[in-house]
């Protein structure tokens, strides 16, 4: 078992006065599956482009504040019917989770640290006003539909099946208030490399301050739809300016948040003469990714070099980079796994990373490893198999 030196996400998910809640979940039990009867092609998986191929089934619950979680359902994928005042189109009470299933090169399906997304998923309900929900049931309904869809993990080392979980308040009302009707769906997407220049060729950045993802007392630590729908203007811009990402700053050191919708990693030569991998702390404007928490675990269980989770700001970055003490630099994510940074603008300025150059050694090791564990070739405690 692979033990971890940082910080997990909270075990039990529904936190402080909701938790007397818990006990009114739906039931895995309970689930009525009425698969589809008509069943569409399944796609290349060397041809699959990110989120816009979709399996034959979904599953459903129901909540309202009147009756509680109804009967979960498996049943053939479906449009949504929702009353034009629901609150998720009006004000964005909404969120979802990002996870994946993998067929392993002896033939299991495996869910990656799953209890972490469930977890993650909890805290963004409370922070959303959407109701609680029992973990483990949502996980086995989960494991139950991937079941169903078995067919749709592709028969691929290079794709996966993208899980998209997704909670949404459907409260009929234009009142800013906490909904009284609620929808918790689950739809799956085969999926191959989430950039289109590949699975594992460097990225480019554009950081500028203008643009902020998240703040202090803000929603930057919860997987609501708000954060990413609002982040798409300064994206399009990063794209005009011939990058492909934003690197998110925040405050008036332009301290180094997000990279996209991924978290950050930096390993270089610490203002102390170490060697350390660095990523921002979980201070409420940094998502607490699976990705993140896993690299964040393999290298304490190394102890080969320093492991922080600490501010890092564009003058600590530049300053480095002078003096030739910048190793690699990559983000870290589900939908990525890890991808190389090779280049950031910054004040009109191109700032090469050398990622690239070192290997990068260190970003294609933790690629490896925890390839490795999702795809069979490694035993771990990680890897939960679904059949």
């Keep these: 078992m692979i033990k971890g030196c940082h910080n997990e996400c909270a075990a039990g998910g529904c936190l ?25 092609e399944k796609p290349d ?13 979904m599953l459903t619950i129901e ?22 005042a629901s609150s998720s189109l009006h004000y964005a009470i909404e969120l979802f989770e990002g996870m994946k299933a993998y067929r392993g090169v002896d033939g299991k399906i495996r869910l990656f640290r799953p209890t972490l997304n469930m977890d993650r998923m909890a805290r963004s309900a409370k922070r959303a006003t959407l109701p609680c929900f029992d973990q483990n049931e949502l996980l086995e309904c ?5 079941e169903v869809e078995k067919e749709w993990v592709p028969y691929s080392t290079a794709a996966s099946l993208y899980i998209r979980p997704t909670l949404i308040g459907t409260e009929p009302s234009l009142g800013v208030k906490k909904p009284t009707k609620a929808l918790l769906y689950v739809i799956l997407s085969p999926v191959g490399p989430y950039f289109a220049s590949g699975s594992f060729n460097p990225i480019s950045l554009w950081a500028d301050p203008k643009y902020v993802r998240a703040w202090k007392g803000g929603t930057g630590d919860c997987k609501l739809g708000g954060n990413y729908g609002s982040s798409i203007y300064a994206q399009q811009e990063a794209l005009e300016l011939g990058c492909q990402q934003v690197l998110w700053l925040y405050g008036e050191d332009h301290q180094i948040t997000e990279v996209g919708t991924m978290n950050l990693f930096l390993y270089w030569i610490n203002e102390d ?7 921002p702390p979980l201070d409420g404007i940094i998502l607490p990714g699976v990705t993140r928490q896993s690299i964040l675990d393999l290298a304490c269980n190394w102890e080969e070099f320093k492991v922080s989770e600490r501010y890092i700001t564009m003058s600590d970055l530049t300053a480095a980079l002078e003096e030739n003490r910048v190793k690699e630099m990559f983000g870290a994510g589900t939908a990525c796994v890890v991808c190389p940074i090779s280049k950031i ?22 690629l490896n490893k925890l390839s490795d564990i999702q795809y069979g070739r490694e035993d771990s405690d990680w890897a939960v198999l679904v059949s």
């Design 142 to 146: 989960i494991r139950k539909l991937v």
């Design 45 to 57: 998986p060397s041809g699959l482009v990110f989120g816009t191929v979709f399996t034959d089934n």
């Design 273 to 279: 003469g170490e060697n350390e991998l660095a990523t």
């Design 345 to 366: 603008l910054y004040k009109g300025k191109h700032l090469h990373i050398p990622t690239m150059e070192n290997g990068p050694q260190l970003t294609t090791r933790f």
């Design 16 to 40: 402080g006065e909701t938790a007397k809640h818990i006990t009114e979940s739906f039931k895995a039990s309970d689930l009525i599956i009425t698969p589809a009867t008509t069943f569409k």
């Design 63 to 84: 909540w309202s504040l009147a009756s509680g979680w109804e009967k979960p359902y498996i049943k053939p994928l479906e449009n949504l019917s929702l009353h034009p």
